[in-house]
């Protein structure tokens, strides 16, 4: 992983220390629920993650695409390459969690920076042997297309009785 992503420690904000429920700020923890998504808080000059990265709870191992800036609670880690966006984020983070899957990380033995730093993940590659980003993003689009028009689909049917 740490050929093509840099793998970093976020900076740990305490929750007694935030004015939460309040502000445009959203506060990633380890929770593996709503995106690891704790709280939202006020901007009270943090120190913000950038957008477009993949946050990462060590002790659940649970990864989350991340498309605004944020702050995150004790023993957070995100993965950022300039390629990611909202497709290519959403592809990693299914394939991260895929590779990790039956791994035995967790509470004990959590999947820190540097575990996750030496580990090999399979990505698709271009004929250079280098991450197929466009492959990624046109995957995701064409499946996030699929699955609208089924909603659709749904709703106008839905409309018709």
């Known amino acids: 992983m740490g050929e093509n992503f840099t793998i970093t420690n976020s900076k740990p904000y305490h929750k007694n220390n935030l004015k939460l429920g309040k502000g445009k700020i959203p506060y990633i923890t380890r929770t593996s629920f709503s995106n690891g998504l704790e709280d939202i808080v006020e901007n009270e000059n943090f120190s913000l993650n950038p957008k477009d990265t993949i946050s990462l709870g060590a002790e659940n191992a649970d990864f989350f ?3 605004i800036e944020y702050i995150t609670g004790n023993k957070m880690y995100y993965l950022g390459n300039e390629r990611i966006n909202r497709y290519i ?9 895929k ?15 540097t575990r996750l730093h030496n580990r090999k993940v399979l990505l698709p590659i271009d004929s250079n042997g280098n991450p197929h ?8 689009r064409e499946l996030e ?3 609208l028009k089924a909603i659709l689909a749904y709703y106008q049917q839905k409309q018709v009785r």
């Open 65 to 67: 695409y991340q498309g």
């Open 145 to 147: 297309s699929k699955h």
């Open 99 to 113: 590779s990790i899957e039956n791994c035995g990380f967790g509470y004990g033995k959590g999947l820190t920076g």
């Open 89 to 97: 984020g959403l592809f990693i983070t299914q394939t991260l969690r």
């Open 133 to 140: 980003w466009e492959f990624m993003e046109s995957f995701m």
